[in-house]
């Protein structure tokens, strides 16, 4: 019956259609509401608000316990959630389909500097088709595409046969402990999609990132004699120098052709340096912080060992080092890299959706950061895609913004797509 | 009468000798009071005392007015000195001799983290003829020198001819406005000596210094695509490498026999650097603060105007900083550099008398940092060599202390210097 297939097809573009206000609305809402970490609370219990309403089973709860605070991947700046739950809704299928998993974080990144912004960072305005505020495109929008999907489907009445569990969880931004938190709560499923902002291109592969510090020792003395101290400020940058050495090591391994088009597929950026205390001594502590990206195909664990190692051969450069060997520590956020083979078959469903909403070949990459999809393919066994409707670029900047027409067309894809993944009754596999 | 001179250099040795007890209380008394900048009044109170004591005209006076702020050549983080009164005395001579002034600063550097000290950083305590304590050696210790000098002189009854001039200043420490006070209330002399801890080598010259602080630009990005950004950490190692070069240049034009023991004559240190803000964002801003030495024979205006245009060929290295030039700004505290001719007659008398008193060579060097004595000699008309008891290493560092026997040797050496070159009744010139 592949005119039943067909007919839904239309069904759910035809909801979606008559559906934008609706849409459009709810991502407003949510987007006037400032979900920066640890304030989560009102923007997760609108979520729940939405999901009870189509009659999802609903899961809402602050993470805590042993069980996710000693678990080895365990990384956030704090140990207490409270009045930051995570939200889950499952939607159970009728039995013999394959379950799917949607995962979107509700935590927003700080809004900067206001006066960068044209407007109130929360506006929700929308000009020219673009809704505008922080949290537009990281990721409101793409969870907005999510739940548009999941009430197209249970307003149209397709019965599925996998279930549906979506995830609104906190914490993305400082790594990951929210969905860490729904997979030691025992959430998993045969695929999972992230809609974070990928310029609507599908990135079966994301590179991992973790942050490190480096502390480079010198020697005090005073600026008139300097020659009498050792400037650690002229050492960080041997050690600078090095670690851009590293970066072009680690980078000619990768020959993955998602890469292709990525300069440096898995930088090391050091992005914070402060030394010295006084413009007239030598500066005898300088400290080094940056963000080490990890290939799909690494361990954070293996990566954190190459750098050490790295770090360590120093003293063949400059016979300092010997004596003073600068320390390396992480700390911080990271995420884990994630690596789905692109013959998944949960990839192909994706890209036969993309190719019947957008009518054009989709864009495979690797993404250049990391997203929760690393632990949910890597710790949650659960193989995950990221493919969203958000603007990579105005990501975390200010005016950051979506065009709402990527919100629908994702909003259709990820409809289409869990019905081809789940199957449904009446639509023949 | 050589027999009178050498009679009268005896009874000097020999006061002194009788005196170090007292001088040693008087020096544990001024160390006991932390005297750092805006807290000079109980020690310099205690200064004045001894003063009115050996029957000076004693003038104490909180710096003020628009002459001193106006000054081309005031530098100071303060417009306000009250409860920081300079003090000078004033030993009128009976007329036909040459005037000397002598210098120091009551003022001392913090006693930075108390955990790096043996002992109570003003505790004054003497341990193996060495008295501890924040400024026991920069520099109550020569101040303590002088005094004992002048006391010496009023106590044995010698008439001077010329007079001698006894100023102790505030403000040395970060710039030389309490110095140059005194100079714009009218205070010269024949020539001057400031007992700075020269570790008793004689500086007719001394380098003078300016704080400089730079701005090196980038243009931020995520950390995960990092090539789409420019990072200022990057281009300040472009920078820090340039300045090394000027360092370099300006040091091969110094050719000054004095110099010959120093491995960088007028350095250019970079204490500080701060720049970015987050691991994993590219650096869009990074500072750098430093001290510029200057030469002897330089002016502070024409090294700064070196440092302009040096950091204006930076677009020679790299085009970014065409479109990006890095500013240049002097902020902070600055020193006058000095520079006497090694053959004035003031040099000669002084060099005469360490003869006598230390049995052996002086040694003539340029300092490598800067004293008041910059401004006495360029602003001020006072000729000043700069010749102390002080411990130059310990100079701002934890455990600073003097040897007291160099007090003693610095204040006979001082005692015949001003007898020498002031001229006294009764011994032939």
């Known amino acids: 019956m592949p005119n039943k297939r067909v007919a839904l097809q239309k ?7 008559l559906h934008r206000e609706e849409g459009t609305d709810f991502l407003q809402n949510l987007v006037k509401i400032p ?42 700046p704090r140990h207490q959630f409270t009045g930051s739950p995570n939200v889950v809704g499952v939607l159970k299928g009728v039995g013999g389909g394959r379950s799917l998993l949607l995962n979107g974080h509700m935590d927003v990144v700080p809004e900067g500097n206001r006066a960068q912004w044209n407007d109130d960072p929360y506006s929700g305005q929308v000009v020219d088709g673009k809704l505008y505020g922080r ?31 979506f995830e609104s969880v906190i914490e993305e931004e400082s790594g990951g402990a929210g969905t860490l938190a729904a997979i030691v709560k025992g959430y998993k499923a045969d695929a999972a999609l992230i809609p974070e902002p990928t310029n609507m291109r599908i990135f079966p592969k994301q590179q991992g990132s973790m942050w490190f510090r480096i ?31 590293l970066e072009v090591e680690r980078n000619a391994r990768i020959t993955d052709p998602l890469y292709a088009n990525n300069p440096i597929p898995i930088p ?34 293996s990566a954190k060992e190459e750098m050490h190692q790295w770090v360590a051969r120093l003293s063949e450069k400059d016979p300092w080092f010997e004596a003073h060997p600068p320390s390396v520590e992480w700390f911080g956020a990271q995420w884990v890299p994630g690596n789905v083979d692109p013959d998944h078959a949960f990839m192909q469903v994706l890209m036969a959706q993309y190719r019947a909403v957008k009518k054009e070949e989709p864009v495979i990459e690797a993404s250049p950061w990391g997203t929760d999809g690393g632990l949910l393919t890597q710790i949650g066994e659960t193989p995950c895609i990221v493919f969203g409707p958000g603007i990579t670029q ?32 009446g639509v023949e596999e």
Chains 1, 2 share one sequence.
């Not at 069904?11 to 259609?17: S, Y």
């Not at 020792?217 to 400037?231: D, F, L, N, P």
């Not at 914070?272 to 195909?297: F, K, Q, Y």
């Open 11 to 17: 069904q759910i573009h035809e909801w979606i259609r």
């Open 135 to 165: 949290g537009a495109t990281d990721m409101k929008g793409g969870n907005v595409s999510l739940l548009l999907a999941i009430e197209a489907i249970q307003s149209i009445g397709i019965k599925l046969k996998g279930d549906v569990i």
């Open 394 to 425: 105005v990501a975390h900047y200010p005016n950051e913004h979506i065009e709402l027409e990527r919100v629908f067309e994702v909003a259709e894809i990820v409809a289409l797509t869990i019905v081809e993944w789940c199957g449904c009754e």
């Open 35 to 76: 979900s920066t970490q640890g304030n989560e609370q009102r923007a997760q219990f609108l979520i729940a608000d939405k999901l009870l309403e189509l009659a999802l089973e609903v899961d809402l709860w602050e993470p805590v316990g042993e069980a996710l605070a000693s678990h080895p991947y365990f990384c956030s």
């Open 268 to 301: 090391i950026n050091i992005g914070v340096i402060h030394g010295g205390n006084w413009p007239s001594s030598v500066a005898d502590l300088v400290t080094l912080e940056g963000r080490m990206g990890v290939a799909p195909a690494e361990t954070l664990d």
């Open 215 to 245: 502390a480079v020792k010198g020697r005090s003395a005073h600026g008139g004699t300097r020659y009498e101290g050792v400037s650690a400020i002229e050492k960080s940058m041997i050690v600078i120098q090095h670690i851009r050495e």
